[in-house]
T-cell receptor
Framework: GEDVEQSLFLSVREGDSSVINCTYT??????LYWYKQEPGAGLQLLTY?????DMKQDQRLTVLLNKKDKHLSLRIADTQTGDSAIYFC???????????FGTGTKLQVIP | SQTIHQWPATLVQPVGSPLSLECTVE??????LYWYRQAAGRGLQLLFY??????ISSEVPQNLSASRPQDRQFILSSKKLLLSDSGFYLC??????????FGSGTRLTVV
């Protein structure tokens, strides 16, 4: 079955880069997502990458995909205190099929 | 623009009482709708999804049920709440390829 794994916690200093990692098992994954959840709120889609891409950059966010190793990462440049949140990796075969979420990585930004 | 509304934001209910959580979507027709639960520990569990009026698929057998009486309305219910039903309930709407748009969530505490 599908499984998505993330480390539970990451702490970085304000201004440094953050790298959040994720591994998945489903080789049919077509879309891979990163969501952000601030305390007491719903999940917000940050970015997604299609499986035929290696990299996607959107302002301070860079997503890297290693399809061979089934490894996805999210890099946040110049991390700010407002980036403190839980970040979820998710994957889907596409076509409205089920999206499987990781357990989330809590990012703590130290001023 | 498409929006998703979920209410109430917080709810405290006694064990054995009924439950009704409502989710509505605006700005789209025939959306795929989902109910997720996020327990302490942060993982997201898919409870139900619906691809159309009256069509409900259950992912996990439990004390809850879902209904879709109208195209853009999705309701999560229980006849008798258990302590284990406590959690953060999220409604979501799925669009390709962007993944989910989540509601703001309902924090349910069963006492």
């Amino acid at each position: 079955g599908e499984d998505v794994e993330q480390s539970l916690f990451l702490s970085v200093r304000e201004g440094d880069s953050s790298v959040i990692n994720c591994t998945y098992t489903d080789s049919s994954s077509t879309y891979l997502y990163w969501y952000k959840q601030e305390p007491g709120a719903g999940l917000q889609l940050l970015t997604y990458i299609f499986s035929n891409m290696d990299m996607k950059q959107d302002q301070r966010l860079t997503v890297l995909l290693n399809k061979k190793d089934k490894h996805l990462s999210l890099r946040i440049a110049d991390t700010q205190t407002g980036d403190s949140a839980i970040y979820f990796c998710a994957e889907s075969p596409g076509g409205y099929q089920k999206v499987t979420f990781g357990t989330g990585t809590k990012l703590q930004v130290i001023p | 623009s498409q929006t998703i509304h979920q209410w109430p934001a917080t709810l405290v209910q006694p064990v054995g009482s009924p439950l009704s959580l409502e989710c509505t979507v605006e700005g789209t027709s025939n959306p795929n709708l989902y109910w997720y639960r996020q327990a302490a520990g942060r993982g997201l569990q898919l409870l139900f999804y619906s691809v159309g009026i009256g069509q409900i698929s259950s992912e996990v057998p439990q004390n809850l049920s879902a209904s879709r009486p109208q195209d853009r309305q999705f309701i999560l219910s229980s006849k008798k709440l258990l302590l284990s039903d406590s959690g953060f309930y999220l409604c979501a709407w799925r669009q390709e390829p962007g993944g989910y748009t989540f509601g703001s969530g309902t924090r349910l505490t069963v006492v």
